[in-house]
């Protein structure tokens, strides 16, 4: 029987059955509108209050502190737009990194065309942020530091609380400015705790953990205040106006409630299979480069170069085989861009065209580590074998 291996679960993940029959009855006899005063309307808003208590109880916030939105996008959207528009009398400059999501640097391009400077800080070639360069950065005219959690391509854990202990100093001097981290890679895979961070907002999403596509939230610390991206109705306390997605966010709630409950079992599991594939890789293929951190990084992402392979050809060969993975190339205007990410650590571009990462999710068994191991090291040879760069550097 063909076999199907998916190891892309950095991109979304599939639906949990206890998930599912969570937000089933808010699909069909429970519809009510969570802003109906009657009782179908109260019976949504419970769930909707309900899953806020979830969601808040996985990062240690308090269900007030949630704003649930569409996803990871619209939290990074509503963070820094909202945060920058509503402060800019603090000042016009942001602080963030070279690997951040589209979702969080797109929109600091943005604002650039509104007046607002933006300072990237490098990752250098292990994909950390420096404290140190950060510090330098900070200007009196700072307003915001946005700095992910745990890198998507990568995996390399970011010094957030380090970064909240500097923005907690300088606010103590006097200086307005707050600190926003996308959490969207991180949550349900290392622990997070908004209270130890030190953040003043964190963005978070369900398809990553296991929940359908369509619900996000933005934890926003008391006190921080921020312009509404949503205008409408008066939902999520004015923050976000919008008929709220009852069946997604009850999903969203279930999963957050299932992913504290397993957290340690999961990253555990999680890190046992990295572990092994990266063992496996290591012992039957050469000229491998592994991409950013081993150590300070998430425990289900590993990305690594195979030097004279172009990822989309490998990607396109595992996918034959039934295994799912992905490349961290855009596709624009036709040309294969190599990845920024891979880029930021200092990779020459010709290399950075060969990098892949394999995601895995507690749904992976070590039977699919064996088989990726089994597949992988034939498909690269294949490949190099038709590569007359490879022939020649070999020859
Ligand atoms: C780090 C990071 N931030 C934000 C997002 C966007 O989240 P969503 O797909 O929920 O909009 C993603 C999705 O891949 C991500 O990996």
Redesign the pocket.
């Known amino acids: 029987m063909f076999r199907r291996v998916y190891l892309d679960n950095?991109?979304t993940t599939p639906i949990d059955k206890e998930v599912v029959e969570a937000m089933l009855p808010y699909l069909t006899e429970k519809y009510g509108n969570a802003s109906s005063i009657h009782f179908f309307g109260q019976e949504a808003k419970g769930a909707v209050d309900k899953a806020r208590h979830q969601v808040a109880d996985l990062i240690n916030a308090k269900p007030n502190q949630i704003i649930f939105t569409s996803?990871?996008?619209?939290s990074?959207n509503l963070a820094i737009r909202g945060l920058c528009e509503m402060n800019e009398q603090y000042g016009k400059h942001i602080i963030t990194s070279k690997i951040e999501?589209p979702?969080?640097s797109n929109v600091c391009e943005e604002l650039k065309e509104k007046g607002f400077e933006v300072t990237y800080l490098p990752v250098y070639e292990d994909g950390i942020v420096r404290i140190e360069d950060v510090e330098n950065a900070v200007r009196e005219d700072t307003v915001l530091i946005t700095i992910?959690t745990a890198?998507?391509e990568i995996g390399t854990l970011q010094p957030i609380k380090e970064i909240g202990n500097l923005v907690k100093n300088q606010r103590e001097n006097g200086n307005k400015m707050w600190l926003h981290t996308?959490a969207?890679?991180a949550i349900g895979k290392i622990p997070i705790d908004v209270e130890e961070l030190g953040c003043d907002m964190l963005?978070i999403?369900?398809?990553?953990i296991y929940a359908p596509?369509g619900a996000?939230a933005l934890f926003v610390k008391r006190g921080v205040r921020l312009k509404s991206q949503n205008l409408g109705g008066h939902q999520e306390r004015e923050r976000r106006g919008g008929t709220e997605n009852v069946p997604t966010i009850v999903a969203f709630g279930k999963a957050c409630e299932l992913a504290k409950q397993n957290l340690e079992k999961n990253s555990e599991h999680l890190k046992n299979l990295q572990d092994a594939f990266e063992k496996g890789v290591e012992e039957k293929i050469s000229d491998v480069i592994f991409n950013g951190q081993r150590e300070k990084r998430l425990p289900n992402i590993s990305n690594i170069t195979f030097k004279y392979v172009e990822g989309e050809g490998l990607l396109i060969n595992l996918d034959m085989q039934g295994i799912a993975v992905s490349t961290g190339s855009a596709c624009s205007s036709g040309s294969l861009e190599p990845s920024p990410i891979i880029l930021a650590i200092e990779q020459p571009e010709e290399l950075a065209r060969g990098a892949v990462r394999f995601s895995f999710g507690k749904d992976n068994s070590m039977e699919d580590v064996e088989y990726i191991l089994d597949v992988l090291p034939k498909a690269v040879e294949n490949l190099r074998k038709l590569s007359p760069h490879y022939q020649a550097v070999k020859a």
């Open positions: 950095s991109s996803g990871g996008t619209e990074n999501h979702a969080v992910m890198n998507n996308d969207v890679q963005s999403s369900s398809h990553k596509k996000g």
